[in-house]
Nanobody, 126 residues
Framework: QVQLVESGGGSVQAGGSLRLSCAAS????????VAWFRQGSGKEREAVAT???????SYSESAKGRFTISQDHTKNTLNLQMNSLKPDDSAMYYC????????????????????WGQGTQVTVSS
């Protein structure tokens, strides 16, 4: 059983930065792909960024150029550096882990991510 715990959310003004972290109880041994999702108020949950065990990454169009996903295998930690934040980035952010084999990208269906954290809230004010 993989346990995921997010941290680092908060309130920031537009143009600011936040760094989210996700601590995993079992990380590199079983997970093929880990990702950050977000869900804004009244919106569907959407993938923001994914990273594979080989370090390859993918981003949503809204995240490209502003967000950076990274992983620290020694600490079993997944990170999301978010720069140039916009009010539209306000959402609950979740980390998720997929044990479905194969390289994953931002288009991997949500149901293939079997493990989820509880989320961390990000609020960006204008």
């Amino acid at each position: 059983q993989v346990q995921l715990v997010e941290s680092g959310g908060g309130s920031v003004q537009a143009g600011g930065s936040l760094r989210l972290s996700c601590a995993a109880s079992q990380y590199t041994s079983i997970n093929y792909c880990v990702a950050w999702f977000r869900q804004g108020s009244g919106k569907e949950r959407e993938a923001v960024a994914t990273i594979n065990r080989d370090g390859s990454t993918s981003y949503s169009e809204s995240a490209k150029g502003r967000f950076t996903i990274s992983q620290d295998h020694t600490k079993n930690t997944l990170n999301l550096q978010m720069n140039s934040l916009k009010p539209d980035d306000s959402a609950m952010y979740y980390c998720a882990s997929s044990t479905y084999p194969g390289t994953c990208s931002i288009s991997r269906p949500r149901h293939l991510f079997g493990y989820w954290g509880q989320g961390t809230q990000v609020t960006v004010s204008s």
